[in-house]
């Protein structure tokens, strides 16, 4: 039972539940961008290279026999595989990059307001002029 406890300590606590997000959120990310590359990169990456599709790219190491399938080394497939994993790291970082420096920036501190400006010599003449005479009566 104590084991039991434990794990169910282990299982809301926020890392956890945060990682798990993250891997949700991750795998739909990952969808996209697989569709990025195979869908909008790859098609006019094709067509600069010659019109060739990457993943047809492949040597064939053994023919077909009559009831056996050709033995054949996809690499294309890993060229494709290669590229959706450096757009993918490519995207993660950037987005990564922004969310540090959104870290790091400080909130803006709030403007100061500018001080009063002195005031003009009539009214510290005046002042002085009031001060004299509150003066003048309490002596009296």
């Known amino acids: ?48 290279v010659g019109g060739v599709n990457f993943t047809n790219l492949k040597v064939t190491l053994r023919e077909a026999l009559e009831d056996k399938p050709a033995v054949t080394l996809n690499y294309g497939t890993f060229l494709q595989t290669i590229f959706d994993f450096l757009i993918i790291a490519w995207a993660i970082f950037m987005f990564v990059k922004v969310i540090n420096r959104l870290k790091r920036t400080p909130p803006p501190e709030p403007a100061a307001t500018p001080a009063p400006p002195p005031p003009s010599r009539e009214v510290e003449l005046l002042t002085e002029i009031r001060d004299a005479l509150r003066g003048a009566k309490s002596l009296h």
């Open 1 to 48: 039972m104590n084991a039991l406890k434990e794990f169910r300590e282990f299982a809301v606590k926020g890392n956890v539940v945060d990682m798990a997000v993250g891997v949700i959120i991750g795998a739909a990310f990952g969808k996209i961008v697989s569709s990025l590359v195979a869908d909008v990169i790859m098609p006019p990456l094709g067509v600069v």
